[in-house]
């Protein structure tokens, strides 16, 4: 079979900007504004209009399909590691994402590491969902989507609610999540070439960042969701590529959502790259996998 020459062309794209990102010597600022050009993989999506806004002190873009659901919104969460990316590098995809489903998306703007360490990412998707609870979305009505990192705080902030007892977002789509922060699966070192984003060294470093304190353990199921308890979680999908050095993290959380009983799919993407939704509107197999998030979301969101 193989993959699509639109999907080759987005190996190559990441390849060039991670070639630019991993120059010796670069300035945070200078690798944080080439992370922020991956949106240029992304066509804009038609008839889709952008707000920003101020949701509680925490800044963030409204994506908004003509046509959405007013009662629905999806709450997204970026990749780059807590680290790089914004609501910018994210704001197409999520658009993409959004039409899918058919509901606008609040793309949220958190904070980065090292200067602000976890949890400081997880705080901020907390302040965001709670900000759209005060503008009339029903929990079972809010969708919480992100990739990478962002997939990992797609699932983080609904058990969080759950450790406080409170109501949960309706659905999660968790793309190319981030759930082993000891880094030991085997993919991680399997994929070294086949990734054009993620290395075990750019996971290290990114690690380093978020997980400042010394008495963290990488192994905690707070930070580490394979060894989460998963009890209670809303219809969550996830979606990974093969060829992502967190493809073991993507299919483990898979194993981990069943054996907890959790409403879930896995989607593992053949040869695909980490955060391919980046892709979006460009790549048939990306748009086709976004296609099926968006049909999870329609199914789950108001259950």
Known sequence: MGISPEAQQFVEFLASTNAKLVTPGLDLAIVRDIADSHHKASTEPEGVTYAEVDADGVPALWAIPEGADPDKALLHFHFGGSVTASMHSDRK??????????????????????????????????TAYRWLLSQGYEPRNIGSTG??????????????????????????????????????????????????????????????????????????????????????????????????????????????????????????????????VLGAGRVPEVDQAIQQMGQWLRKHLGA
């Open 93 to 126: 995809a999520a658009g993409h994402i959004a039409k899918a489903a058919g509901a606008r998306s609040l793309v949220v703007d958190f904070r980065l590491a090292p200067e602000h360490p976890y949890p400081a990412q997880l705080d901020d998707t907390e």
């Open 147 to 276: 990739h990478s990192i962002g997939g990992s705080l797609a699932v983080m902030l609904p058990l969080r609610l759950l450790a406080k007892g409170e109501a949960t977002p309706g659905a999660i789509v968790s793309v190319s999540p981030w759930t082993d922060l000891t880094i030991q699966n085997p993919s991680v070192d399997a994929n070294e070439d086949n990734d054009k984003m993620l290395s075990r060294n750019t996971l290290e470093l990114f690690r380093g960042a978020w997980l400042q304190d010394p008495a963290v353990d990488f192994a905690d199921p707070q930070i580490s969701l394979v060894n989460a308890d998963l009890t209670g979680l809303p219809p969550t999908t996830v979606h990974y590529g093969e060829y992502e050095t967190l493809a073991d993290d993507g299919a483990q959380l898979g194993r981990r959502l069943a054996d907890f009983k959790v409403t879930s799919e896995v989607h593992p993407m053949p040869e695909g790259q980490h955060s391919f």
